[in-house]
């Protein structure tokens, strides 16, 4: 999954905005909500976007954390940006988890996923303005709450399996070439 420790990279370089306001309110062209569950049964990323017509659960399996989960959630929603070739789009990514856009803020990484992800939204930046936005989770937000659902699909799924409507536009070995050339 890209979630090994590594050594320590510092990364000053941030192309993308992250806000820990509860920016649930603000406007973007393009909203996307991310979310991680962890179940009983496995865990899992979900994904949630009424403008790219996207839901998307995603398994993680059983060895996951909570914060690898919604770090997964926000790299596979700019993955999903990516795949497109979306352009000149102002994008929101909102989770509720505060631990993962703090992971994404620091400029000292430790952790493969971690700079995996500042990778893919680094990439995703090129072509589009993107905020990582904080918003208050269980408070009727109807985005947060698929995105929940989507998630929580996937931690009780099978691993290696993806439910609802996948929303990629590329093949998945196309875009990392991209990203990591």
């Avoid at 996207?54 to 940006?81: D, K």
């Avoid at 979306?86 to 400029?107: E, F, H, V, W, Y």
């Avoid at 208050?136 to 609802?164: F, I, P, Q, V, W």
Wanted: aromatic share 4%; net charge positive; with cysteine.
């Amino acid at each position: 999954m890209g979630c090994a420790r590594m050594g320590t990279k510092l990364i000053y370089e941030k192309t993308y905005r992250i806000s820990m306001n509860d920016n649930s309110e603000g406007r973007a062209d393009i909203d996307i909500y991310v979310d991680g569950a962890k179940t009983d049964s496995g865990s899992g990323a979900g994904i949630y976007s009424e403008q790219l017509n996207a839901q998307i659960s995603v398994p993680l399996g059983t060895h996951t954390s909570v914060l690898q989960t919604e770090l997964m959630g926000i790299m596979l929603g700019a993955r999903i940006v990516a795949e497109r070739e979306i352009g000149n789009k102002s994008i929101r990514i909102l989770t509720d988890s505060k631990s993962a856009p703090l992971a994404l803020d620091s400029c000292m990484v430790r952790s493969g996923l971690v700079w995996e992800c500042r990778q893919t939204l680094k990439y995703v930046t090129q072509r589009n303005s993107v905020e990582l936005c904080w918003i208050k989770g269980h408070s009727d937000n109807e985005g947060n709450e698929r995105a929940d659902e989507m998630a929580k699909r996937a931690g009780r799924a099978l691993l290696g399996t993806r439910t609802g409507n996948h929303a990629f536009g590329r093949p998945l070995e196309r875009t990392r070439k991209a990203i990591y050339p």
